[in-house]
């Protein structure tokens, strides 16, 4: 599997002792890519607008997504990140990132495209990743790229995801037993 591919997207909770943070790397093989896609699109023109969003979803809609994703093959790998503190949030998001990444390589992701935020703080993904690289083995291939969120809908699984992993740790586990075991979820203590 090396050379693969991961898409990304994040939630997290505020609060003042009790915060997370989680960010969600969705793998699926090159020859589902085309099909993963397609479903996406095809649940997005249900819902609209243009790009599904968890968060922007009833409760309905989030278990029909939810269902939505366990049809698609691929494994997902999800950092949890705990405890966030308020205004903690992108230190919270370096510390899932740079342990993400140590996870997706060990399934032979060499690339991990995310959802494109500000310039700058793109900027410190891409920095978090390089210092990542660094406590792998010498001469690995990874990298991160920032797309924007409605132009690729394999984000939008990434998304669902991180949407279902907070909800269980919100206490309504539902969305999260419907993706079973493809979800491979770790905790990451942020400091």
């Known amino acids: 599997m090396r050379g693969s591919t991961a898409w990304g997207d994040e939630s997290f909770q505020e609060h003042d002792t009790t915060g997370f943070y989680i960010i969600a790397a969705v793998i699926i ?11 996406m699109l095809q649940a997005q023109a249900r819902h609209a607008p243009a790009k599904l969003h968890w968060v922007a979803r009833d409760d309905k809609e989030r278990l029909e ?7 698609i093959d691929g494994l997902h790998v999800v950092a949890v990140g705990s ?18 990444v140590l996870e997706l390589h060990g399934f032979g992701v060499e690339q991990l495209f995310m959802e494109a935020r500000q310039p700058t ?9 390089q210092h990542a690289r660094y406590t792998l083995p010498k001469g690995t291939r990874f990298r991160i790229d920032h797309l924007p969120g409605a132009g690729e809908a394999l984000l939008w699984v990434a998304d669902i995801v991180a949407g279902a992993v907070r909800a269980e740790k919100l206490g309504d586990p539902r969305y999260r037993e419907i993706l079973g075991e493809r979800v491979i979820d770790f905790p990451v203590r942020v400091l």
């Open 29 to 39: 093989p090159a020859s589902a890519q085309e099909s993963a896609r397609a479903q």
């Open 83 to 100: 405890p966030v503190h308020q205004r903690r949030q992108e230190r919270a998001r370096a510390y899932c990132l740079h342990q993400l």
């Open 121 to 129: 703080l793109n900027t410190r993904d891409v920095t978090t990743v």
């Open 65 to 71: 997504l939810a269902y939505t994703v366990a049809e």
